[in-house]
Nanobody, 115 residues
Framework: QVQLVESGGGSVQAGGSLRLSCVASGSILSIDALGWYRQNPGRQRELVAVITTDGLINYGDSVKGRFTISRDSAKNTVYLQMNNLMPGDTSIYYC?????????WGQGTQVTVSS
């Protein structure tokens, strides 16, 4: 089993920045990839960014050039640096892990961008 805990959400003006963190614990060796998704009630879940244990990265089209995903393997932590935030980025952001017996999901953290 893997547990994921997100932090760093909040409210920011358009053009501002936030950094989300996700700490993984439990069966860490079961994880093949960590990533971020966002979803609002009644809306389709959207991929934001993923990073594999080999360091390969993929971003959703809507965040390319603005968001950066990174990891600190020693701390079992993945980060999402969000720059030039827009009102359309407002959502609940979920950390996710893929791997054996997965996927696993965090509880989500709210990001609100005002104009």
């Amino acid at each position: 089993q893997v547990q994921l805990v997100e932090s760093g959400g909040g409210s920011v003006q358009a053009g501002g920045s936030l950094r989300l963190s996700c700490v993984a614990s439990g069966s860490i060796l079961s994880i093949d990839a960590l990533g971020w998704y966002r979803q609002n009630p009644g809306r389709q879940r959207e991929l934001v960014a993923v990073i594999t244990t080999d360091g390969l990265i993929n971003y959703g089209d809507s965040v390319k050039g603005r968001f950066t995903i990174s990891r600190d393997s020693a701390k079992n932590t993945v980060y999402l640096q969000m720059n030039n935030l827009m009102p359309g980025d407002t959502s609940i952001y979920y950390c996710a892990a893929a791997g054996t017996n997965g996927p696993w999901w965090g509880q989500g953290t709210q990001v609100t961008v005002s104009s």
